[in-house]
């Protein structure tokens, strides 16, 4: 009895010791809600509340442990005082973040694939026309290009190399989760399907590239992966954020052509070197076309406003974002709207749902650009006569024009190719293109068991794009047929399901096992129409199809479909975080295919080993942060390979007069995938608690079953006498190295240094029979200037290497393929030995043909990186980046267009011709004669013309500056940052075109200027 007495009384002795403890919580930025405070030993708990307050009963010597995620972890005595209250600090928990893998995620520190991450911070303030475009430098092996000016033209990205050789080698896009259309998505001014998204919405990017990070996406994951996840609420807290910039953009440079008084000169010596009338006269005008077509301050200007916030149910983020740019291109704009919401909903303890849903409308004008169009923007620009006048008041269309050409002017003679007045063609030609897109999932979260979860999402991409193309009747590209309008439609759905099933569990405190099961079905359907008519019956008709408008009607369109089955699993196992382990293994289904071959198996393992953790490295742990080694190894596919191409196709034809149905693709039901056989191995080190860090990879990508055209003879009667197989190869392979410092790091000073190298080589291993593909674009304008050949790099530069001009005559003089000269006699249009002891004899014959042709580079770069700086001073902070590339040639065929011979104007080069055995010149540009323009400029690719594109850029620079927390707390605002940036500011090269990037497969062809940009922002949150 007197036992449970003295039981009775310790517990009363104890409860009455017992109090309430309160306090706040926050961190530097203010009140932190739902921060756990736990009673360490016990099961006693809470939360804090909206305002960072909690309450929870404590007795004398207890200890109070403080957590929130993000923020290191604090302990506190309870004493005599009732109220305890801490502040926080963020976490360098680098290894404990989370990245984004595919239909999941995992820990940084225990990946064993190779992985890029880029923050979406980085990129959101940067005015561009579309995101991807500014990945560009921020990730080892990555390439990512624009060879345009023109608002709505897709960058082009690489990841490791080509990865393909006729068939498409864009990068698998997937955004929360849902695989997303890419490219043009129709209309008739550039649609850029990636341009859609808005960038200020994106928490992180990740770029899948070895093979174990890609393999669980299988036939779709040959050209890497980027996985794109956008924001969520988060916090506890309700924000608000209003992000905004306004800028103008200007030509990076412009091409340097003839004034009015050297134009004259050497029109006239075109026509006097063959002893013809004069071309050019009157010098009342020197008009610069260039600066009349392109725009000096082209406005840009960006609006965001997001709502997001937590409570202990509910993560919700809502947006909406207004862009609107000028491009730098005269009748060039994009303006895009964008709505987001993204909430998921805890429904029971074990259950959430959730919704995330993106609309945008974007609208862009364009304009004509090809690279050989009359009406083309620089191939006319370049060409206009500086000595005539854009505007005329005397005619009734108030510019100088004549017919369906430009005005002469005092000129003896009409402009070379009869073209238009261009700045007339801009202000008048509509291309216009409006694109509507819903990109809508639903899911639902069962949390089974505290280490099983099943995860059913259901998502659709839906896309609606008009298009519209008036081209006016009086000059330019609708004179030919009396002025045209066209309007097109095109609709675009895909169709995604999975159903995701994950478990995770760590047994006896070293073993950890994951494992998810996939099922996946897609469906994708595009269907499009047009229909228009030519010989406009007056200009009045410029806005729409109106029926009865024109004399001659067209129409047309057509309807795709192909779906996907699949079914996948992944395995992770790691002890103790130590040794690491993962397989997976994915099989895809592809109507596209025929039934036997419709189905593959696409395998992917990888391991990992943190050496830091071994007891031997004990000794280096206050030096060695990380050290851990990777290897993987997986096969992946290619399903980017046309919509049906094993079948026998029939297709419309005209016989005579007559419609009818012709041949027009030949069978193969043995046709497959193109797969790529990845292969990486790879290391990361950090050093002094993470504050440098190193990440290197060596990589190959062994691309096989690439699809070519095989040729059959012609009595065989086969479509393009050719059937598609799978008989070409590829090898890329590389190293990469990525570096990240922080050599200061203080509560006034921070300073953070990224830099990144890659290093990647290219061949083609096999082609059909070991023979030579000459490449042709789909423009056709580079026929002969690209060569796909075994043992060299994909697309090299192909042609004749230039010696020089002869000294004795101005003719220009070449290689043969022997070693020899031979000289192109200007004057006979024949090919005569040149002897350079004996310049002036030009008796004896010789030829200049293809077997004289020879590999004149690589059109990709060997080498490519970038190096960052991030610093912040007090409330200033300054940001800029470099980045570089070389090792590829590019053959300048701008510059062989500005040294036209016919009567158009020249770039400055053509200053330096051979005028005389005296007067040599540069020894470089022949002797002028107006009819020998394709003779003296061949229309194939020379070494006279290629250049190295090696190039150092100053990407961007920022400045910003925060208001201090004693303002922002007088005025009641989170943040409040001011700041200006700038964007190509700098290039350093030698190379004499207006940007190295500029250039498609290795040729650089009359294309737009791309932009310098410079904005001033204002970010705020609440």
Known sequence: ??????????????????????????????????????????????????????????????????????????????????????????????????????????????????????????????????????????????????????????????????????????????????????????????????????????????????????????????????LITTKKGKGGKFRVNYNTYTGVASPIDFLDLLGTTDFITIQNEKRSNRAASPWAAGTAFNTDWQKAVLRSNAFQTDHNLSLSGSTDKTNYYFSVGYNEQEGIAKANNQTRYNVRANVDQKVKSWLNIGVNMALSRTQNNGLNTGANSLSGLMFNAMRQLPNTAIYDAANPTGYNIAGASVGQGENLSVIGNNLPNIVYVLDNNIYRSKVDRSLVSLFADFKILPSLSFKTQGSVDAIGTEGFQYLNPINGDGAGVAGLVRNNFTNLTRWNVQNILSYNKTFGGAHTIGATAIYEAQKQKVNSFFGGGNGLSDTFFNQGLISGSYATQVSGGGISENGIISYAGRLTYNYKEKYFLQGSLRKDGLSSLPSANKWGTFPGVSAGWSVNKESFMTPLENVISEFKLRASYAEVGNTDIGNYPYLGLYNNAKYAENNAIAYSQASNFDLRWETSEKIDYGVDLAFLNNRLKFTYDYFINNQDGLILAVPQPLSLGVPNNSISKNIGALRNSGHELSIEASPFRSENFEWTLTANLSLVKSKVNTLVNGQDINYVDADNFNTGNNILREGESPYALYGFKYWGVNPANGNPVYYKADGSLVQGNIDTQAYRVFDPSNPSDISVASSLSTSDKSILGSILPTYFGAFNSNMRYKDFDLGFMFRFSGGNKIHNSTRRDALTMNFNNNGTEILGRWQSASNPGDGWTPRLRDDRETFINLNQASTRFVEDGDYIKLDNVTLGYNLPKPVLEKIGVDKFRLFVQGQNLLIITDYKGLDPEMEITGIDLNGTPRSRVFTIGLNVGF
């Open 1 to 226: 009895m007197d036992f449970f007495v003295a039981i009775g009384i310790v517990n009363a002795i104890c409860i009455c010791t017992r109090k309430d403890v309160t306090g706040v919580v926050t961190d530097a930025m203010g009140p932190i809600p739902g921060a756990n405070v736990i009673v360490k030993g016990t099961n006693r708990s809470t939360q804090t509340d909206f305002d960072g307050k909690y309450s929870i009963k404590t007795s004398a010597g207890d200890v109070l442990v403080f957590s929130f995620v993000g923020m290191k972890e604090i302990t506190a005595n309870v004493g005599a005082s009732s109220v305890v209250s801490i502040k926080m600090e963020q976490e360098d928990n680098t290894l404990e973040e989370v990245v984004v893998v595919g239909y999941g995620t995992q820990k940084k520190k225990n990946l064993t694939g190779s992985i890029s991450q880029i923050k979406g911070e980085t990129i959101a303030n940067l005015a561009t026309p579309s995101f991807e475009s500014q990945l560009a430098g921020r990730a080892a092996g990555v390439q990512v290009t624009s060879n345009s000016g023109v608002l709505g033209q897709a960058p082009r990205i690489r990841i490791r190399g080509i990865g393909s050789i006729s068939s498409g080698s864009y990068p698998l896009v997937v955004v929360d989760g849902v695989p997303i259309f890419t490219g043009d998505v129709g209309g008739y001014a550039n649609t850029n399907a990636l341009g859609d998204i808005n960038p200020a919405d994106i928490e992180s990017t990740e770029i899948l590239k070895d093979g174990s990070a890609t393999a669980i996406y299988g036939s779709r994951a040959s050209n890497g992966v980027i």
